[in-house]
């Protein structure tokens, strides 16, 4: 049964080219203009995937207000931005609202394709059963990999899919760097480098929320991440 | 010349006032001196008037005047010492000659010769008389042998003088009763004669008693063989002198500081009344009034003559009615009027004349405070309006001055304005004059120049935002196209257009890169780290990236000896290293070939700042910076520097489009943003560049410079 991927775009042109891009690929495409109409759809049935634009008609914001009903709705709905806004500010709220990946609309076919694919993968791997129940432990850091829930120091830490990926990569190899590409590829995701930084981020402070000291996340400059043997 | 300057100098055309009050001084001094010799004229008219009543000086004058020849004998002011030095005689510079009447008639006296005679009367009516001759050789008095002399003569008796030697002299008199002559010591004589300039000086006092009787003067020269005469063919004079018997019926007319002389026709003063208050006699003027009249007077009214009693005899020809002199700082009025009898044709020979001399030193006096004090207001006010002009000129200096520091400051190192900075720095004056105008005009101005720029800013952003959808048109229908199954014409075609749009939304995010990193500034979070390793390991990381290219990385700590130390920096580790990227990227792109990037860094204590830093230098061999250009190379879209041969071949063989570096002059400009954020600076250096050992590519070496990117950041503790 073919995957269904709703497109809420205002613009019809590119909104038409992308249907016509996914639907090549055997998605079955459904689109829609507005955010009212999207939620109106949404309500009846939702899609495997949702890609939003940020502006919809006259609603500068009405993207975000669509992610934040849609993620309440449906929390492991795969959603991916797809704007023309690449602003800092508008990537990271896009990413805290709760979408998955966020593409500026300069990105080709093919790249979005992929992400689109390493995005259902990474479901698909949700949803599959695991073979066996794992408890990875490193230092204060404890992750269970049959729930997908992650302690440092007994404190639960609250990840995202994306988040958890991250941090199961860094943590099963203790001192070793991984570069942006290997996380993207543990994550089952295709991520910018921006956006790799942004989740990188966004892991130190949960985990400093949780203790202030936290900082078994180091940066190798020009390479990658590595979580610190020390804290194994 | 600065506006202060420019209006003291103005102001000191104010000066001209004293000027001005000085010449308006002399033209009421003129007028006022011209009615007091007005004045003077008609009372020296009155006086003439009331003389004319007095009959016995009318007759008196009538008879001295058919009284000719004659002689003046002036008055002595001491006794005269009879030894032939002639010093009492300072008026004594031939005013009378004798003349020549001599045995062989007409003949002139040799003009080698000159002979001088004056005559005096003393205050006891004593008669004096001088003698100079030169140019004669003198013959001394023996017996019985021709002799110079002196001879004089009245109607009843004749005095000789001879001299045995050449200091002396003896005097014989010879009467009509008598016929012989004697020695007469009623008289007193002395023959000098002077060997060094070879003259005959002689004085003669003669008894009061001749003073009334017409004589003749000659001197025989024994030499010449003929006499010199004092009067034409030695006629008898007649003694004219002051006769002061008529002084008291004269001197109730006249008032005080005036002096009233009469003259006879011959030009001979008869009678001098009154005195001038000359000297010490002035009136005492305050000092400072009599600088400045004295000022004045030598400068604007200065009479043209200094002031001296009229000459004797008073040359009617040359008397000039109605004269100013000048005496010290008292000009003396003077009028001379001739005396008539009677109503008279103009060409009538007057009886005498009368000179009339005035001086009024307390009108003077007061004339000068009046007009001192003019000139000392007038200069005041000059220094007052100078002085008032210098500050006014400072106080709008000052407020431009101010303006335009206030404006300096609204400009931020790199000329950038913000309404921020604006309000911080300039408050636009309320002031309603032109200056208030032009700081209201000006503060405008800026305002709208922030907003310009902060539009520029902004445009690159909004530009991108706004071409984004449109590429993403055209990229995603070549996309579908693409997938359509095109034939290799068209799918060549189609693979162009892909690329340019690529491109194209390659310059579109490397313009909003700057924007959106200026954005996020705000809200970056700042963290303590070893920059130390981070610059070692972002350096290991382009040794990488950009092999072959060879990045020499030296460390070094001039704060410590311990070179393992770590360099705790606070900052934002990810900015860093982007500003490093783009200095490296751009280090790489215009590195000439085979020639090496040195990558510096060092801890640093900084004087200027105060704290120690870190200094990052990042030095490539390749086309030099533009002159004068080595700061705005930071601005945003600039790109100054133009590749090397090598770098331009490099771009050419780039395997498409996308891969081909973009030059939209916007890395340095984000350095200096993170460079800012950090409290930092940044600046780039051009240096001529000479390796003989280079020799890659030699026609590139003339161009070549060592260009150096210096950040320095400050380390806060």
């Known amino acids: ?232 | 010349m600065s506006l202060k300057r420019q209006l003291f100098l103005l102001g000191l055309l104010t000066l001209v006032l004293p000027w001005l009050a000085l010449r308006y001084m002399a033209q009421v001094d003129s007028t006022l001196r011209q009615m007091r010799l007005v004045n003077l004229q008609e009372l020296t008219e009155n006086t003439r008037r009331l003389l004319l009543q007095n009959q016995a000086l009318t007759q008196r004058l009538q008879a001295r005047n058919l009284s000719v020849p004659a002689t003046f004998a002036a008055p002595v002011v001491a006794d005269v010492l009879v030894d032939g030095y002639l010093t009492e005689w300072p008026a004594f510079n031939g005013r009378c000659v004798l003349s020549v009447c001599q045995a062989r008639r007409f003949m002139a006296l040799p003009t080698s010769i000159q002979a001088q005679w004056l005559s005096a009367k003393g205050a006891d009516d004593t008669l004096y008389l001088a003698f100079r001759l030169t140019g004669l050789t003198p013959v001394l008095y023996q017996p019985q042998a021709v002799s110079d002399a002196v001879i004089l003569r009245f109607d009843d008796e004749q005095f000789k003088l001879q001299a045995a030697r050449s200091g002396g002299g003896f005097v014989q008199r010879k009467t009509a009763g008598q016929g012989r002559w004697q020695r007469d010591y009623a008289s007193e004589a002395f023959w000098r004669i002077d060997n060094n300039s070879e003259a005959i000086a002689i004085e003669w006092r003669l008894p009061a008693r001749l003073k009334n009787k017409p004589f003749s003067l000659a001197f025989a020269s024994a030499q010449l063989g003929y006499s010199l005469f004092a009067s034409v063919n030695n006629q008898p004079m007649y003694w004219a002198f002051y006769e002061s018997s008529y002084a008291d019926s004269i001197a109730p007319l006249l008032g005080p500081e005036q002096r009233l002389m009469v003259f006879d026709a011959r030009g001979y003063p008869l009678v001098e009344v009154g005195a001038l208050a000359l000297g010490y006699g002035l009136p005492t003027l305050g000092v400072g009034h009599s600088w400045l009249m004295r000022w004045y007077l030598y400068f604007f009214n200065k009479p043209a003559q200094h002031y001296q009693k009229p000459s004797v005899p008073l040359a009617e020809g040359t008397v000039e009615r109605q004269q100013w002199l000048f005496n010290r700082i008292a000009p003396v009025a003077r009028v001379t009027v001739p005396i008539f009898t009677a109503p008279t044709n103009a060409h009538a020979q007057p009886m005498g004349w009368l000179v009339m001399d005035r001086q009024e030193s307390r009108f003077d006096a007061m004339l000068a405070e009046v007009y001192s004090e003019f000139v000392l207001l007038c200069i005041a006010f000059a220094v007052v309006v100078v002085l008032v002009l210098v500050g006014f000129a400072s106080l709008h200096s000052w407020r431009i001055r101010r303006l335009a520091s206030s404006a300096q400051r609204t400009l931020g190192e790199q000329g950038e304005l913000s309404a921020q900075l604006i309000a911080q720095n300039f408050k636009a004056s309320k002031s309603p004059d032109e200056i208030g105008q032009l700081s209201r005009s000006l503060s405008v101005l800026l305002m709208r120049l922030s907003r310009q720029q902060a539009y520029l800013r902004n445009l690159a952003g909004k530009l991108s935002h706004e071409l984004r959808t449109p590429i993403a048109v055209i990229q995603s229908s070549l996309d579908n196209l693409d997938a359509q199954g095109l034939d290799q014409n068209q799918a060549k075609y189609v693979k162009r257009a892909g690329e340019g749009a690529k491109r194209l939304s390659r310059t579109l995010n490397a313009m909003s890169a700057a924007n959106a990193l200026e954005q996020s500034l705000s809200t970056v979070e700042r963290e303590r780290f070893d920059l130390r390793a981070l610059l070692g390991d972002i350096v290991a990381a382009y040794q990488g990236v950009y092999a072959p290219q060879v990045i020499v990385i030296k460390r070094y700590d001039e704060v410590t000896a311990e070179h393992s130390e770590p360099w705790l920096f606070e900052g934002a580790p990810e900015l860093l290293v982007q500003m490093f990227d783009k200095l490296i990227e751009n280090a790489c792109q215009f590195a000439a070939h085979n020639t090496p990037i040195h990558f510096e860094c060092a801890r640093v204590f900084d004087t200027r700042q105060g704290c120690e830093c870190i200094r990052v230098s990042i030095c490539n061999v390749g086309p030099a910076l533009p002159k004068g250009m080595e700061q705005q190379v930071f601005d945003s879209m600039v790109s100054v520097r133009a590749p090397t041969p090598s770098t331009r071949e490099r771009e050419r063989h780039s395997k498409s489009e996308t891969a081909k570096p973009l030059h939209l002059g916007l890395g340095l400009y984000v350095a200096r943003l993170i460079c800012a954020f950090h409290q930092g600076s940044i600046r780039a250096l051009s240096e001529p560049y000479h390796d003989d050992s280079h020799n890659g590519l030699p026609h590139e070496s003339n161009i070549l410079a060592k260009v150096t990117f210096e950040i320095l950041l400050p380390i806060t503790r």
Not at chain 1, 52 to 63: K, T, Y
Not at chain 1, 148 to 167: D, K, Q, S
Request: hydrophobic share 45%; aromatic share 6%.
């Open chain 1, 1 to 232: 049964m073919p995957k269904r991927i709703a497109i809420v775009e205002d613009e019809i042109a590119i909104a038409q080219n992308y249907c016509d891009a996914l639907a090549r690929h055997g998605y079955e495409v459904s689109h829609y203009c507005s955010r009212p109409e999207a939620m109106k759809a949404f309500a009846v049935r939702l899609p495997d995937l949702a890609i939003i634009d940020v502006g919809l008609g006259d609603e500068a914001e009405g993207g975000f207000d669509l992610c934040r009903d849609l993620r309440v709705k449906a929390p492991i709905l795969p959603i991916i931005f797809l704007t023309a806004r690449d602003t800092e500010l508008d990537r990271v709220l896009g990413l805290r609202l709760g979408a998955d990946d966020y593409l500026t609309k300069d990105i080709s076919q093919v790249h979005m394709l992929a992400r689109i694919t390493a995005l259902f993968r990474r479901v698909d791997a949700l949803s599959a059963p695991q073979q066996k129940s794992e408890l990875v432990a490193c230092g204060p850091l404890q992750i269970d990999t049959q729930t997908l829930r992650v302690n440092w120091a007994l404190h639960p830490i609250e990840l995202t899919i994306t988040e958890y990926w991250i941090v199961l990569a860094l943590a099963s190899r203790p001192g070793h760097v991984k570069n942006r590409q290997q996380l993207m590829d543990a994550a089952n995701v295709v991520l910018d480098d921006n956006t790799i930084t942004s989740h990188i981020k966004r892991i130190r402070k949960k985990f400093k929320a949780a203790d202030g000291a936290f900082d078994a996340i180091q940066t190798a400059y020009g390479m990658g991440y590595r979580w610190l043997p020390s804290h194994s």
